[in-house]
């Protein structure tokens, strides 16, 4: 693959840095790769990247429950703003089918997401900004665990204080639709709210030739099916983006004898914030509306997930200014809004900030959708990244200082 030309201009230690640390940058997302670790598992990608830092001359500090890190650049006394990067860390409990010769060699859980390019970005930031002869401010890395997992790690950053004294925060999420040396960006919502849904059903059961003896529940659960979707469409404001797809439908196992339980698991997403307030009594209104003519009993589980990712307009402006800098005018992109959800959105109920789109698509062959397990990126997405997340601290120390 050919180089991907920066402008001229940045600072000269982030090129000297990226000409010694390209190659490293690859290994260690190859690395991380090859050995991915589930939510609040990460023990030893914890390690893999605390060493690296501390060979570098930085104080890295573990989190609270043993895995995720925070370490701190710069001189307290420059008297320029805090400014947190961050990345995740955890891999999907899926078998990889790349076929790469770096694939996981652990069974059942691989890194379909990017986890492992976001956490050498950072690392990359971080060792480029620890050679820098003078930082104008200080910047917190955060590389934290558990972004699968709901409501998400975010939450125990925030709660270990480590947003303390930030004032803005920024990420990068890889984007296979976009391709490499385009980073997408956007002010305002980027991500939607997500939350789980699992309808559990009872019903005393019997034969399919009397269901007016019994309460029918293949009957009731097609109606939640199809019923509960149509009614959020009439009852949530159309533009907010809301959607409730299911994933799981459980019932019964012969043809002519109605089941006694029955469970459906599915997902509600929405784009906005004040639509997602209110989901919860919306769902559960609707549930007990549709259920009640059939006897059928029930237990509603509506486990709350994120909030949208929404991009304070002031720290996507710096974000757009820092891929133009560190990138080129021509890699600005406009990211759309996505359905999905991410937890770097706790840190926004908290700080200004705002989250990238980082593309990672070669621009030959299929573009691979997140989370499929023959995902994979180009590499050179990586040194991108870095360069983003440098001229992103840059930036936001520019601004505040002005």
Same mark, same amino acid.
């Given at each position: /693959?050919?180089?991907?030309?920066?402008?001229?201009?940045?600072?000269?230690?982030?090129?000297?840095?990226?000409?010694?640390?390209?190659?490293?940058?690859?290994?260690?997302?190859? *690395?991380?790769?090859?050995?991915?670790?589930?939510?609040?598992?990460?023990?030893?990608?914890?390690?893999?990247? +605390?060493?690296?830092?501390?060979?570098?001359?930085l104080t890295p500090r573990v989190l609270p429950r043993g895995t995720g890190l925070a370490c701190d650049l710069g001189d307290a006394d420059t008297g320029g703003p805090l400014i947190a990067l961050r990345a995740? /860390?955890?891999?999907?409990?899926?078998?990889?089918?790349?076929?790469?010769?770096?694939?996981?060699?652990? %069974?059942?859980?691989? *890194?379909?997401?990017?986890?492992?390019?976001?956490?050498?970005?950072?690392?990359?930031?971080?060792?480029?900004?620890?050679?820098?002869?003078?930082?104008?401010?200080?910047?917190?890395?955060?590389?934290?665990?558990? %972004?699968?997992?709901?409501?998400? #790690?975010?939450?125990?950053?925030?709660?270990? #204080?480590?947003?303390?004294?930030?004032?803005?925060? &920024?990420?990068?999420?890889?984007?296979?639709?976009?391709?490499?040396?385009?980073?997408?960006?956007? !002010? #305002?919502?980027?991500?939607? !709210?997500?939350?789980?849904?699992?309808?559990?059903?009872?019903?005393?059961?019997?034969?399919?030739?009397?269901?007016?003896?019994?309460?029918?529940?293949?009957?009731?659960?097609?109606?939640?099916?199809?019923?509960? =979707?149509? /009614?959020?469409?009439?009852?949530?404001? =159309?533009?907010?983006?809301?959607?409730?797809?299911?994933?799981?439908? *459980?019932?019964?196992?012969? +043809?002519?004898?109605?089941?006694?339980?029955?469970?459906?698991? #599915?997902?509600?997403?929405?784009?906005?914030?004040?639509?997602?307030?209110?989901?919860?009594?919306?769902?559960?209104?609707?549930?007990?509306?549709?259920?009640?003519?059939?006897?059928?009993?029930?237990?509603?589980?509506?486990?709350?997930g994120v909030p949208p990712v929404v991009n304070d307009r002031a720290s996507a402006r710096m974000l757009r200014a820092a891929v133009s800098g560190g990138v080129g005018e021509q890699a600005v992109a406009t990211?759309?809004?996505?359905?999905?959800?991410?937890? &770097?959105?706790?840190?926004?109920? *908290?700080?200004?900030? +705002? /989250?990238?789109?980082?593309?990672?698509?070669?621009?030959?062959? =299929?573009?691979?959708?997140?989370?499929?397990?023959? &995902?994979?990126?180009?590499?050179?997405?990586?040194?991108?990244?870095?360069?983003?997340?440098?001229?992103?601290?840059?930036?936001?120390?520019?601004?505040?200082?002005?």
């Open positions: /693959m050919p180089e991907l030309r920066a402008p001229a201009g940045g600072p000269a230690w982030l090129e000297d840095w990226l000409v010694s640390g390209r190659a490293e940058l690859v290994e260690w997302r190859r *690395h991380l790769h090859q050995h991915p670790e589930l939510s609040h598992i990460e023990h030893a990608t914890t390690a893999y990247v +605390a060493q690296r830092l501390t060979a570098a001359g995740d /860390m955890d891999a999907l409990p899926m078998q990889e089918h790349t076929g790469a010769a770096y694939s996981s060699v652990v %069974e059942g859980v691989t *890194h379909a997401c990017g986890h492992d390019a976001h956490t050498a970005v950072l690392l990359g930031a971080a060792l480029a900004m620890a050679v820098a002869p003078h930082l104008p401010g200080r910047v917190r890395l955060l590389f934290q665990p558990a %972004e699968e997992t709901m409501p998400g #790690g975010a939450l125990e950053v925030v709660a270990a #204080g480590e947003l303390t004294g930030v004032a803005r925060i &920024f990420a990068l999420h890889c984007d296979p639709r976009l391709e490499v040396g385009q980073v997408g960006v956007r !002010a #305002g919502a980027l991500t939607s !709210a997500a939350d789980h849904l699992e309808i559990a059903l009872r019903s005393p059961g019997g034969h399919t030739s009397r269901p007016h003896l019994t309460a029918d529940l293949v009957h009731a659960l097609g109606l939640l099916v199809t019923g509960l =979707p149509l /009614m959020l469409s009439r009852r949530v404001d =159309p533009r907010s983006g809301t959607v409730l797809v299911w994933g799981a439908v *459980h019932a019964g196992d012969a +043809a002519n004898a109605i089941p006694q339980s029955g469970l459906l698991r #599915g997902t509600v997403r929405t784009g906005d914030r004040d639509t997602w307030a209110k989901l919860e009594s919306v769902v559960a209104e609707g549930v007990a509306a549709l259920l009640a003519p059939t006897g059928v009993t029930y237990e509603l589980r509506h486990q709350r990211a759309l809004q996505s359905s999905g959800g991410e937890d &770097f959105a706790w840190y926004l109920e *908290h700080v200004p900030g +705002a /989250m990238g789109r980082l593309g990672v698509w070669s621009g030959h062959g =299929p573009q691979l959708d997140l989370h499929q397990p023959t &995902f994979d990126l180009d590499e050179r997405a990586l040194e991108i990244g870095v360069r983003v997340l440098v001229h992103a601290a840059l930036e936001a120390w520019g601004s505040e200082e002005d």
